[in-house]
T-cell receptor
């Protein structure tokens, strides 16, 4: 079935550093989504991307939808302690009604 | 701000019992979803629901699972005879639909513990 490969699995960074994570797939997706999940909470939508090549920002977050529609990256600039959590990429399947999630990137920020 | 609400937040049930997880999607949304997340793992798609019927389902969503929209606001997931491996967080989500409104908004989840 369709799968999203998300990397890295986890990251340990210093506060103030920039962060980059990405997702790839062998399948084309209509929409790429980036979510953040805090412990015990549901995923919260960060950014939605609809067009190939689209680059979208949301505050310190920037995400791009790859030209081939098979990949996306998320950048976080100047990380702060509340950025800690798990970041999931997700893609909506072409012609389908489901959103598939990657395995997540766990972000740790060192004091 | 509109949000997806789920009840209960935590449900403990005995193996073999039926459980119903409840969700109230965002009011003008047309697509509804159930997802499952086993502790420490990724969010897995179970089922999508549109126009009062299932539009897509995963292999996880077998005959033990069913969904219903009994009235204009609730969306429920029923597990007929729970197994230990059904223990997970269950998330409901909804989206407005349409080519530029496909992003799904998630509820806070129901933690199901089967003992």
């Amino acid at each position: 079935g369709q799968q999203l490969n998300q990397s890295p699995q986890s990251m340990f960074i210093q506060e103030g550093e920039d962060v980059s994570m990405n997702c790839t797939s062998s399948s084309i997706f209509n929409t790429w989504l980036w979510y953040k999940q805090d412990p015990g909470e549901g995923p919260v939508l960060l950014i939605a991307l609809y067009k190939a090549g689209e680059l979208t920002s949301n505050g310190r977050l920037t995400a791009q939808f790859g030209i081939t529609r098979k990949d996306s990256f998320l950048n976080i600039s100047a990380s702060i302690p509340s950025d800690v959590g798990i970041y999931f990429c997700a893609g909506q399947t072409v012609g389908g009604d489901k959103i598939i999630f990657g395995k997540g990137t766990r972000l740790h920020i060192l004091p | 701000e509109p949000e997806v609400t789920q009840t209960p937040s935590h449900q403990v049930t005995q193996m073999g019992q039926e459980v119903i997880l409840r969700c109230v999607p965002i009011s003008n949304h047309l697509y509804f979803y159930w997802y499952r997340q086993i502790l420490g793992q990724k969010v897995e798609f179970l089922v999508s629901f549109y126009n009062n019927e299932i539009s897509e389902k995963s292999e996880i969503f077998d005959d033990q699972f069913s969904v219903e929209r009994p009235d204009g606001s609730n969306f429920t997931l029923k597990i007929r005879s729970t197994k230990l491996e059904d223990s997970a967080m269950y998330f409901c989500a909804s989206s407005a639909g349409g080519p530029l409104n496909t992003e799904a908004f998630f509820g806070q989840g129901t933690r199901l513990t089967v003992v």
